[in-house]
């Protein structure tokens, strides 16, 4: 494929992109807005800023921040073995120079001030910002220092940070990867390289790195010690890596200038290459290997950029420049720059980076971008299409009408269900609240359940009974009569009260049963109808009891009276008898000279004497008889005063409430009723409605939605052949 093709359908896939964005404000969008927004946006970034990712593997000391200052023409990375970097930096190219810390917990404003303070005692020129979630803080520097930098990922990567510079340890625990924007013409603008930190070995390498970064990468650069390039603890990691991520992997036999010629062979005949080879035998086919001294590569950007002297260079003892070489350096007209050329050629760097840029931009660019978009388009534009081809397959779909009409008729039919099947419920109800027999099962009514629990037996077991044995125990009658019978008047209140409180559980309880037979039989129908309640528990109040007394006074008086009556007579008898009797006449007469003997005298005395004694006697008889009879008087007392409150008032209240509460039962099992039966017309409103919708737009629909899902399909069938003529020319390859 030819760098114009590629340009085209790069192109193609960025005009693409716009047309999916702009279908999201298409009425007929179904989706989340917000959401596909944010991916078609994405996926526009990824095409426009096209990072193709290196990730950089090794050991430590092997090299792996040399080689990026190289590819860099400078020193922005710590590559001194104790400062071996701790984090995952990604370096790439921006506008200015610029580094991320990308946190996995906030961050406080605490951390980002002392930060700030070693920047300053640094002299560094940077301003530091924290994002509004405190999960980034991003440093802009002022100018592209690499020095800058350097000393910024001293303090912040480098195995030797906790220790020279504790005050920024809580912020190094919180982040474990870091961004960096260079710019700098060193660097493609599709190219991240990403930097790891180092290992015992390779096998080794975190498992944020195996399980992130390497599968998301498109080229991994795994640079090996020249000494140990066939260690065996590689094996599984590196077999991981190619088969399993499916990664192409470069392997960098780095510090190529401490090997003799004669060790340098990238086709594995001898040397390391060849211990190399014999260790990734049946893992990866002809790989690619490359001799390089990062070292010289970096010195060789500094001597042309004029950024050290050969002096300086001379002091360096990992540099070697033969004596016959140094000498034909002095005599040349520019030394520096002669110089420059000799190590940049002695590194083998060149080769590297041409076959990397070849790589990623000839064999794997397009499926690692613009294939990788166009895959997008492709199941994006039919994601999209999806809902409409569903929505005009059910406005074409005439069955669709029929399943509408099915389902009225079903409703129809439903709703007259409910309506015979409710009534039978409310004809059910009034029998056995009426009274009735129903399914075999004789219903008293409400009005007769009242009827059973007050009979007189009933009445006289509970109240008139305990009354009576309660009075006859111990010293109850004499206190009552002592208080003017109000102990008496309370104990019957107490007995009114606990009878009714125990008739009004009876009577609820009747009641309940009736109404939930009548609740569950609804409920079967209706489902609401289950929590269909009445009026609530039914209460009679309990008149008030007037004051019991025994009323003895009248009696005292009836026995004076008699008796009273009765000696009058006796001792006007005895009068007269002793009329006739001479000596009682003689002694009369002696005794009381100046009373007359007549008839008349002694029958007056008599009577008088009679009636006095008869009085006594009558109030002697009376008294010794009074408590029996006082008994007597309160029990009929009591039982007037019994059904007095019951009969009338009680039976009366109870009769009245459940009369209401059946009212009120009945009235809400119709409500229900009638609420289901309503939902049940509504229902069927709506069906009617939306198949006179159907038929009137369908038409019109059809219209709207076969030009756009066309358009989707356009979309998706460009991008597909994109995707396809990729796989082919990698299959071609492979091949």
Not at 519 to 542: E, K, L, M
Request: aromatic share 6%.
């Amino acid at each position: 494929m030819s760098i114009e093709q590629h340009a085209e359908r790069r192109n193609w896939a960025f005009e693409a992109l716009d047309s999916l964005q702009h279908f999201t404000d298409d009425p007929d969008f179904e989706g989340m807005v917000d959401h596909e927004l944010a991916g078609i946006e994405g996926k526009r970034t990824e095409l426009r800023d096209g990072k193709y990712r290196v990730v950089f593997l090794g050991a430590f000391n092997v090299g792996k921040s040399t080689m990026i200052n190289a590819l860099l023409g400078d020193e922005y990375l710590p590559t001194v073995l104790e400062e071996c970097t701790t984090k995952i930096t990604h370096v790439m190219r921006g506008e200015r120079m610029r580094a991320a810390l990308r946190l996995h917990t906030p961050c406080s404003d605490e951390e980002v001030a002392g930060l700030r303070d070693l920047l300053a005692a640094f002299g560094i020129g940077a301003e530091v910002a924290c994002s509004e979630g405190h999960d980034e803080v991003a440093l802009e520097y002022e100018e592209c220092n690499p020095r800058a930098l350097l000393n910024t990922l001293r303090a912040l990567v480098t195995m030797n940070a906790t220790d020279d510079f504790p005050q920024l340890d809580s912020l190094r625990h919180k982040f474990d990867e870091l961004i960096v924007q260079l710019p700098n013409d060193n660097i493609a603008e599709d190219i991240a390289l990403v930097d790891s930190p180092g290992a015992h070995t390779i096998s080794d390498t975190s498992t944020r790195i195996t399980q992130d970064i390497i599968p998301n990468c498109h080229l991994v650069i795994c640079l090996l010690d020249s000494q140990n390039a066939g260690n065996e603890q590689n094996r599984e990691f590196i077999e991981g890596v190619v088969k399993h991520k499916h990664r192409k992997v470069f392997f960098v036999l780095n510090k190529s200038d401490q090997l003799s010629p004669h060790e340098i062979d990238p086709m594995g005949r001898r040397g390391p290459a060849k211990d190399l080879i014999r260790s990734l035998q049946g893992i990866v086919q002809n790989p690619e290997i490359f001799f390089i001294s990062s070292l010289y590569a970096l010195v060789a950007t500094h001597l042309e950029a004029e950024h050290v002297g050969l002096e300086e260079v001379d002091k360096n003892a990992k540099i070697r420049i033969p004596y016959q070489v140094r000498r034909a350096i002095d005599d040349s007209e520019n030394p520096s720059q002669d110089a420059a050329q000799y190590l940049m050629e002695r590194s083998n760097f060149n080769a590297l980076q041409d076959r990397l840029l070849d790589y990623l931009y000839t064999e794997n660019r397009e499926g690692a971008i613009v294939e990788s978009i166009c895959s997008f388009i492709d199941a994006t534009a039919y994601r999209y299409a999806r809902p409409l081809e569903t929505k005009l397959e059910l406005t074409r779909n005439v069955p669709r009408l029929d399943d509408l009409r099915r389902h009225r008729e079903q409703l129809s039919l439903t709703l007259q269900r409910y309506k015979a099947q409710g009534q039978r419920v409310l004809d059910e109800f009034d029998t056995m609240s009426n009274g009735g027999n129903l399914g075999g099962t004789d219903f008293p009514g409400y009005k007769t359940i009242v009827e059973n629990h007050m009979t007189k037996d009933a009445i006289e077991g509970a109240i008139l009974k305990p009354l009576r044995d309660w009075l006859n125990a111990g010293e109850n009658m004499k206190n009552a009569k002592k208080e003017d019978f109000q102990p008496l008047t309370k104990e019957l209140e107490s007995r009114i009260d606990a009878y009714i409180t125990s008739l009004q559980q009876k009577v609820n309880a009747e009641v309940e049963e009736v109404e939930g037979r009548a609740r569950a039989r609804a409920a079967q129908i209706v489902p609401d109808a289950a929590n269909v309640a009445g009026r609530g528990s039914i209460d009679a109040t309990r008149a008030s009891i007037v004051a019991v007394d025994a009323g003895m006074g009248s009696s005292y008086a009836l026995f004076g009276f008699i008796g009273l009556v009765l000696g009058a007579g006796a001792g006007a008898g005895l009068g007269y008898a002793a009329l006739q009797s001479p000596p009682i006449v003689d002694m009369v007469t002696t005794s009381l000279p100046d009373v007359p003997v007549t008839l008349q005298t002694f029958l007056a005395a008599g009577g008088v004497a009679g009636a006095v004694l008869g009085l006594i006697l009558g109030l002697i008889a009376r008294t010794f008889g009074s408590d029996e009879a006082r008994k007597a008087k309160l029990n009929q007392r009591i039982g007037e005063r019994v059904e007095a409150v019951l009969q009338k008032a009680t039976k009366e209240q109870l009769t009245q409430a459940l009369d209401n509460r059946r009212g009120t039962f009945r009235l809400a099992l119709q409500g229900a009723i009638d609420k289901a039966t309503a939902g049940l017309n509504e229902q069927i409103s709506k069906i009617l409605a939306e198949e006179e919708a159907i038929k009137k737009e369908q038409e019109a629909i059809i219209a709207r939605l076969e030009p756009k899902i066309n358009s989707l399909h356009e979309l998706g069938d460009k991008a597909r052949e994109i995707v396809s003529s990729g796989l082919s020319r990698k299959d071609a390859e492979v091949a």
